[in-house]
């Protein structure tokens, strides 16, 4: 239950750097049609070069909403049907809050909130005709537990997160072959991570195992690294559980 080269073009957002680079470079050579998006073009221009030009940049500022409408029209133009839209694309300014205006905090948040909803509602009104496609958010727990010095990026990654379940309630009885999911890649070792943190080439093995799945039963789930997070059961049902010897058993990915 895999995506298949042919059924149509890749987004990759953020895909100048980091873990979005490394997932263009993933999917292309795995042999998929993918656009890298991001705000940089020499940036963009190198991951192309690196996927020895099988991949296609666009350069675009997601938190641009109209912007985005322009350039994911001209992508299907171009290029066909999107069969995956992989919502990477972040900014992480470290300031205290007492630093950040008004200003600075919703320039955060139309990046990394903003984005994931215009890019989403641009590939949804092209997914809607056929009634399939693929949805990927990059998430983080810092939307659950907001991390010091980082007020704008924990909120904006929170919303995120809330709007991948809003899409979910909406659309997941109607669509059900268009298939949502969040994936949590950890601390990596890339601008916005830390020195320590895992090789983003390591993560994008995960991340476009997981992105290229489309089993129905994978919406609304989450996957940190490379192990599903399961939802917390009831007193009732891990009663149920202990006393029927059963114990869920997490996915891990990559997938068989």
């Known amino acids: 239950m895999m995506i298949q080269p042919d059924e149509g073009i890749v987004i990759v957002t953020g895909g100048g750097s980091g873990l979005g680079r490394a997932m263009v470079l993933k999917l292309s050579e795995k042999g998929y049609r993918c656009v890298a998006i991001g705000r940089q073009k020499e940036r963009l221009d190198e991951t192309v070069s690196l996927s020895e030009d099988r991949a296609f940049a666009y350069q675009l500022d997601v938190a641009d909403p109209e912007a985005v409408r322009q350039v994911f029209r001209q992508i299907i133009d171009q290029h066909g049907n999107i069969s995956l839209l992989i919502n990477n694309a972040a900014i992480y300014p470290q300031r ?11 320039s955060t948040c139309n990046v990394n909130f903003g984005g994931v909803v215009s890019c989403s509602l641009a590939a949804l009104e092209n997914m809607k005709a056929s009634g399939k496609g693929r949805i990927l958010n990059v998430s983080t727990f810092a939307g659950e537990h907001p991390l010091p010095g980082a007020s704008a990026y924990s909120v904006s990654k929170g919303a995120s997160r809330l709007f991948t379940k809003a899409m979910i309630a909406d659309l997941k009885d109607r669509f059900p072959d268009i298939v949502i999911n969040e994936w949590m890649p950890g601390m990596l070792n890339t601008q916005m991570g830390i020195p320590q943190g895992l090789s983003p080439e390591i993560a994008a093995e995960w991340g476009v195992d997981l992105a290229l799945q489309k089993q129905r039963n994978l919406t609304g789930t989450t996957f940190e690294m490379n192990t599903e997070i399961l939802p917390p059961r009831s007193l009732k049902g891990r009663i149920k559980d202990l006393i029927l ?10 997938f068989d």
């Open 245 to 254: 010897l059963r114990r869920a058993k997490p996915r891990q990915l990559p």
């Open 96 to 106: 205290d809050l007492l630093d950040e205006t008004a200003e600075s905090y919703f």
